[in-house]
């Protein structure tokens, strides 16, 4: 779907101004969830695009919509304007740095007479938004590397092991062999979770008995794939340790042990975060990008919360690339990031 939003004509933009103005339960319902097995074919793409847009609805509403009543009817960019405006970005999770930067960057176009109505301030915020989204791609997939090793971090409860069974499903749909490590030894409800997502889309889970050295379960895992020949590896692990230090020694390790198993692995570390835990998920990802060096990001619980803005946040202060969303609870529940796309659902009604 195209980012049409910029070239709305007056007459567009009024209607659209009429419509968010709209008490919500007059809005339509949003749309239904597309299937499980849907593939990501461009004909789905709209599908996909429908479930993204349904799945950042409350964002949507606490945000655009509260800016849209805000600007409704008003001809002039006042302080008390921009006062309110900053008011909405905070609240929107965006960030108090990200926020002060954008506000900043009205201030100096408002005096350069480059934005003159709330209008093209809209305008404005929705592309400067999508400046910040387009933080670095990812670095591209080696293709080449078997197995192609990913490790996957962050806090507990911020869904790694969801996660992984979501990534697991779709490397499958591709017909490629994928093997899970539960190296999340610290509980064993953790491994029983990562053996039900295993069954789940088809891929064996190597383990170990609950408290068992991770990197020992690491070094076995990627000697089964490479005895195997299997193409994808994916490695759960623990979000809490007994302190901070040790998880992160404990996740260097097994960083450590899996580069020496196999050149160049793990050759994705993804970093987990809870969209619904707001600016607390930026201070998280500073501790983990220090202690490993993160390839890239995944944002869960889009769905239903009002914090969606943070992706802004983590995209303009990290500088980390934020690869994968996750939008729901279920296997097709994760899409690949798409700054274009996500300002279109949060802009569009
Ligand atoms: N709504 C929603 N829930 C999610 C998402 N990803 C994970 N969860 C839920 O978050 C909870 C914790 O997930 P889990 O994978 O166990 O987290 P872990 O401790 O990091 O491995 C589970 O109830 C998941 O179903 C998401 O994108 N949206
Ligand atoms: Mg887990």
């Keep these: 779907m195209a980012f049409t939003w910029f070239k709305k004509k007056k007459t567009e933009t009024t209607e659209q101004e009429l419509k968010s103005a709209m008490p919500e339960a007059l809005v339509k319902p949003s749309e239904k969830t597309v299937a499980a097995s849907?593939?990501?074919?461009?004909?789905?793409?709209?599908?996909?695009?429908?479930?993204?847009?349904?799945?950042?609805?409350?964002?949507?509403?606490?945000?655009?919509?509260?800016?849209?009543?805000?600007?409704?009817?008003?001809?002039?960019?006042?302080?008390?304007?921009?006062?309110?405006?900053?008011?909405?970005?905070?609240?929107?999770?965006?960030?108090?740095?990200?926020?002060?930067?954008l506000i900043e960057n009205v201030q100096e176009k408002i005096a350069r007479k480059l934005l003159n109505n709330p209008e093209q301030l809209k305008e404005f915020l929705a592309g400067e938004i999508l400046r910040f989204l387009q933080s670095p791609p990812p670095p591209p997939r080696m293709a080449d590397q078997k197995p192609y090793v990913i490790m996957v971090v962050g806090v507990n409860g911020v869904g790694k092991t969801t996660t992984i069974g979501k990534i697991a499903a779709r490397y499958k749909k591709e017909g490629k062999d994928v093997l899970l490590i539960a190296g999340d030894t610290f509980r064993a409800a953790a491994i029983e979770q990562l053996e039900i997502w295993g069954e789940r889309v088809g891929a064996d889970v190597i383990r170990q008995k609950p408290g068992s050295d991770p990197s020992a379960v690491v070094f076995d895992g990627i000697q089964a794939a490479q005895a195997r020949n299997t193409d994808v590896v994916i490695i759960d692990t623990a979000g809490r340790l007994h302190t901070k230090v040790n998880l992160m020694k404990e996740l260097q390790k097994v960083h450590r042990v899996s580069s020496r198993k196999c050149s160049g692995a793990p050759h994705e570390v993804l970093l987990v975060l809870d969209a619904t835990t707001g600016q607390n998920a930026i201070s998280q990802a500073r501790v983990f990008h220090e202690a490993i060096n993160i390839t890239g990001i995944v944002l869960t619980k889009l769905d239903g919360t009002a914090k969606g803005g943070i992706a802004a946040g983590i995209c303009n202060e990290l500088k980390i690339p934020l690869q994968y969303i996750g939008i729901g609870e279920q296997i097709e529940d994760l899409q690949d990031f798409d700054a274009r796309e996500f300002v279109d659902a949060l802009f569009t009604l």
Excluded: A, Y
Aim: proline share 3%.
């Design 38 to 101: 849907e593939p990501e074919s461009p004909e789905n793409k709209q599908g996909f695009f429908k479930r993204l847009k349904d799945r950042l609805s409350t964002t949507r509403k606490t945000f655009v919509s509260r800016m849209d009543r805000l600007f409704f009817g008003k001809k002039e960019i006042d302080d008390e304007l921009l006062e309110e405006l900053e008011e909405i970005l905070i609240t929107s999770d965006i960030g108090v740095r990200t926020t002060m930067e």
